[in-house]
Structure formats: C-alpha cells, structure tokens
C-alpha cells in the first residue's frame, strides 16, 4: 500500500509567502515523476509543477518565478514553495507520483488527499 500525504495547507495573505510538502510512504521501489496540481470547487484540476527523479522543474505558466517546487530523494518527499501569493492561487493542491513497486514494473499513479491553500485579498 503506497500512500502520499501532504501538509502544510492553511489561510495566507496576499503577497505572503507559504510551503507545502508531501511525502510517499509505503511499498515501492522508485519514485519518478512528482508534482503539485490544484483544483477550485467546480474547475478541473490543473498542473501546476512537476519535478523528476533526477530534479528537472517544469512550471505552471500563472505560477513561474512566483512557486518552486523541489523534492528530497532520500526522505522521498516533495515540496511546493509559494511566494507573492494570489487570491486566485486559493485552491486545493493535490501531490501526485508516479511509481514503480518492483525493479521492472510498470508505472502506477498516485494522488494523495489534497490540502487547502486559501489566500485572502
């Protein structure tokens, strides 16, 4: 059983600064691909960074240069730094990974429960 658990949610002002992180406990064997993806009530879920195993970034157009995503291979956790927040950057944001249990096994995806960011005006 693989489970992705985030923390860090919670209220923020506008132009503040705030930090997620999630990490993957449970039976596998690598992690690939992680990200950060959020959803507002009534929107689909959208990306918003993804980092792989070897630290390659790639950004969300609406939050490059403001979030930074990075991860710690060795504690296989991941984290989202958000500066200068928005209003519009209130969401639920959900981690997500990609990987594999065995040495030669397929991909399988995961999502973890998601946590809420509200950032007020």
């Known amino acids: 059983q693989v489970q992705l658990v985030e923390s860090g949610g919670g209220l923020v002002q506008a132009g503040g600064s705030h930090g997620l992180s999630c990490t993957a406990s449970g039976n596998f064997f690598s992690i690939n691909k992680m990200g950060w993806y959020r959803q507002n009530s009534g929107w689909q879920r959208e990306l918003v960074a993804t980092i792989t195993s070897d630290l390659n970034t790639t950004y969300a157009d609406t939050v490059k240069d403001r979030f930074a995503i990075s991860r710690d291979n060795a504690k296989n956790t991941m984290y989202l730094r958000m500066n200068s927040l928005k209003p519009e950057d209130t969401a639920v944001y959900y981690c997500?990974?990609?990987?594999?249990?065995?040495?030669?096994?397929?991909?399988?995806?995961?999502w973890g429960q998601g946590t809420q960011v509200t950032v007020s005006s």
């Open positions: 997500h990974a990609l990987l594999t249990t065995t040495s030669r096994g397929p991909t399988f995806s995961y």
